[in-house]
């Protein structure tokens, strides 16, 4: 089942930033109201790795992990599907899933995994 | 504001210390400084602790109210600061605040950590868990990880290459060899880890575009000095080091929302209010100790603090500028990349080893000849916490 | 002490014939080269001397690895062991790590142990693959068994090649085997399997000479050192 995505994006209501995650003021007016949105379409790569060294709590041999701008300007973190960073350029479409991105006590955490687009 | 000096600096040396507890780290650390201050029984007013992991690695807590007790300083004033890898230069500038503000006279700083205790793979979680705890580290995000994502921008944005990152390991664990207190004391050869073939097992991706040799090792180790009052400092008779400036700067705490990630906003602030302070500008300094826990970030802090313009760290470091006779010496001791980096303790090596210099007592192959005003830059998060200091040599 | 040879052709396990593995040299990440090549049978008294000092080793399971290589080597060395090899790593002469291990049958390798006497500079993940590389290439055999003893091997083998795991015990005891498959091998051999061959004629008679070691503290100083505070 494919599942929803998850991360809930703030857009200041006085001046219009848009932060992710949450601040309690706006970083660029100080305002305390905020609409929520969701972060929409696709997103376009900004820069991404290969990580070798994994932390505690990761299996694999790899992972490859990347900042994306979805269509309306939502930045964030996530994991791409891929095999190599040769596949993968900076600026490439990807297609934003929501997914299990790591165990943590037994249960899958979901998060952002980033699809390349051809 | 009254002038801080500093009179004691002593360190142990990095690497992995099995047989050592934290506590005795900080111990031995603590009365190396001391003893150089000269204070033979003598108190301090107060003791600052820098420390990233011991309620972590440790399971320890309250570390410098144990220290004071350990090394009989009772009833002197204690606290242990953590703020991440930049702790070691948060609790120098503490210390420099309260006796500049007239409260204090004589202060013990001292940093370390202990995160060889741990297997690589908690060691790396634990210098995570400063990325954001919902928006970055539930991804497997590490520093290195998001060393290499800044190094790719950096690269596609300034033109740096690999080649001037290979530089930067080459230069830096070469001197890394002639400093006793180093990790690492072995010198690179440029065919082993990137002409031959060979280097692919020798030096492999860490986070690409970074390598092995591009990364810090993780170290055990300590740093201390002794912070005092210029009229204090004046009766030793002997040269000194006065802060002449520091600044400190804070950045978004997630890489994504930076609006141009190359831009490292805190290090450029951190280094222009202390070059204020001090009333000098880049040229002026002699020597410099910067934190290069990736090779790319010596580069960017070269440019940040302004030795360099922006694209052109990695040209100055090929072009042998920043080696020990040229325009700019940094990281005569071999920085992070050969000293170590035990996270707590580095802001306070870097400012010993920058004191060892302007007092001009090191062996001729590492001392800047005349050095009078050195810079350190400690660089906490990813650049989300930084702290520029500049140290001047006082002949009395 | 005379050996009765009669009782020692009963004792004595049957060997599988096994290929030479040909030398090969590597450039480390400090310059130097290292000579892989396979040791002899009258080779086993002088490594032996190296791998002793590291039996009172702790750090990092030095001590449980080392004494467990001493057996196996003396196993080989008084015939008690079926199809044993040997591989060895050596700069300037001196020894500076050792793999072994052994044929369960023609198709199936047995890892035993890998054991880097100089520090930092790759010199496991280079025997380790040349060990492997002997398996597949030379021996022709379809799988190696392989556990590991301490965390650096597991982070090393398992996750680096990746192994994939069976419920296949080992020899050495302890958990079920991982295994290499010729089809992991293929894909990781670019990798972590690097080497030039053949060696110099020089290279190989300053190896061959006398296998050089380091004196006990060195060597104890190299694996576990810290120069005092
Ligand atoms: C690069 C890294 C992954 C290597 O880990 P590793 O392969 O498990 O290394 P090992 O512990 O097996 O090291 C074996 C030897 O290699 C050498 N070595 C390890 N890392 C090294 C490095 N980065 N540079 C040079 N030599 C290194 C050391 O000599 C070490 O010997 P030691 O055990 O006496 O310290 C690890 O050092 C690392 O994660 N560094 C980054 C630390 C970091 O992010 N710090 C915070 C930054 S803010
Ligand atoms: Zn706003």
């Known amino acids: 089942m494919k599942k929803e995505i998850a991360i809930t994006a703030y857009k200041c209501k006085k001046c219009g930033k848009i932060h992710y995650p949450f601040h309690d003021r ?32 990761f299996d694999q041999r790899y992972l490859v992990i990347g900042v994306v701008e979805f269509e309306n300007k939502v930045k964030a973190m996530g994991q791409i599907k891929a095999d190599s960073v040769d ?32 | 504001m009254r002038d801080v000096a500093i009179i004691g ?146 690269m596609e944005k300034y033109g740096v290459t690999r080649e001037h990152l290979l530089a930067i390991s080459l230069k830096n664990q070469e001197m890394g060899t002639l400093n006793p207190y180093a990790h690492v004391e072995m010198a690179l050869d440029r065919g082993g880890i990137y002409d031959s073939p060979h280097a692919i097992v020798n030096n492999p991706v860490s986070a690409d575009p970074l390598h092995l040799y591009d990364l810090c090792p993780v170290s ?7 912070l005092c009052t210029v009229e204090i400092a004046k009766k030793t008779g002997k040269p000194y080091v006065v802060i002449a400036g520091f600044g400190q700067a804070t950045d978004t705490h997630t890489l994504a929302e930076r609006e141009d990630p190359t831009d490292l906003k805190a290090v450029t602030l951190a280094a222009q209010q202390a070059f204020a302070m001090a009333k000098l500008k880049p040229s002026d300094v002699s020597v410099a100790e910067l934190h290069d826990a990736f090779t790319i970030l010596e580069i960017a802090e070269s440019e940040h603090v302004g030795f360099f313009k922006k694209g052109e760290g990695g040209k100055a470091a090929v072009a042998g500028k920043t080696r020990l006779g040229g325009q700019i010496p940094i990281n005569v001791s071999g920085g992070l990349k050969a000293r170590g980096h035990p996270v707590g303790g580095t802001g306070v090596a870097q400012i010993v080893d920058i004191v060892w210099q302007l007092r001009h007592e090191l062996p001729e192959n590492r001392q800047v000849k005349n050095a009078e005003v050195g810079l350190t830059v400690n660089f906490g998060g990813f650049g989300n916490n930084v702290l520029c200091f500049i140290l001047r040599r006082v002949q009395p | 002490m005379p050996v009765d040879m009669e009782l020692e052709m009963v004792l004595r396990p049957p060997q599988i014939p096994m290929p030479p593995y040909p030398p090969k040299t590597i450039t480390l990440a400090n310059g130097k080269v290292m000579v892989i090549r396979q040791a002899v049978r009258e080779d086993v008294p002088a490594i032996l001397k190296s791998v002793h000092p590291c039996l009172f080793i702790e750090r990092d399971y030095y001590d449980i690895v080392s004494a467990r290589l001493y057996g196996e080597l003396l196993a080989w060395y008084r015939y008690r062991v079926k199809s044993e090899y040997c591989l060895m ?65 597991f982070r090393r083998w398992m996750i680096e090649y990746p192994l994939e795991l069976t419920h296949i015990p080992h020899e050495l005891g302890g958990g079920d085997s991982y295994r290499l498959t010729r089809e992991i091998y293929l894909k990781a051999k670019q990798r972590l399997v690097v080497g030039d061959r053949p060696v110099s004629q020089a290279l190989m008679d300053e190896a061959m000479l006398d296998i050089k070691f380091a004196d006990d503290d060195t060597i104890r100083e190299r694996i576990a050192g810290l120069k005092g505070r």
């Open chain 2, 220 to 226: 055990d180790g300590a740093a201390a000095l002794v």
């Open chain 1, 87 to 118: 596949q993968l350029k900076i600026g490439m479409k990807v297609k934003p899933t929501w997914e299990p991105v790591r165990v943590q006590y037994g249960e899958d955490v979901y998060g952002l995994k980033f699809e390349p687009m051809k």
């Open chain 1, 26 to 57: 706006c970083l660029d007016c100080k305002g305390r109201e905020f609409e929520k949105i969701k972060p929409e379409g696709n997103a376009k790569l900004l820069t991404f790795t290969t990580i070798f060294n994994l932390p505690w709590g």
């Open chain 3, 89 to 153: 790593g050596q700069v300037d002469g001196y020894l500076v790590g050792i793999v072994n291990g052994r044929l369960e049958n023609e198709k199936v390798g047995m890892s035993y142990h890998t054991l880097a006497i100089d520090r930092g500079l790759r010199i496991g993940s280079h025997l380790f693959a040349a060990k492997m590389e002997y398996h597949m290439d030379y021996m022709g055999q379809d799988e190696v068994l392989i556990v590991a003893e301490s965390p650096i091997g």
């Open chain 2, 9 to 154: 600096a002593g360190m142990i040396p990095f690497g992995r210390r099995d047989e050592d507890t934290l506590m005795d780290m900080l111990s031995y650390a603590s009365l190396k400084a001391l003893d150089d201050a000269g204070l033979g029984d003598k108190s301090v007013d107060a003791v600052y602790v820098a420390n990233m992991g011991g309620g972590m690695l440790q399971h320890q807590s309250a570390i410098a109210s144990s220290l004071v007790d350990r090394l009989s300083l009772l009833p002197a004033a204690a606290e242990t600061i953590e703020n991440g890898p930049a702790s070691g230069a948060s609790a120098v500038k503490n210390g420099l605040l309260a006796i500049a503000s007239g409260y204090y006279d004589t202060i013990l700083v001292v940093g370390g950590e202990k995160m060889r205790e741990v297997t690589g793979w908690r060691a790396t979680d634990f210098v995570a868990t400063m990325t954001h705890p919902q928006a970055e580290y539930p991804y497997g995000i590490t520093l290195p990880g998001m060393a290499g994502m800044f190094t790719r921008l950096y």
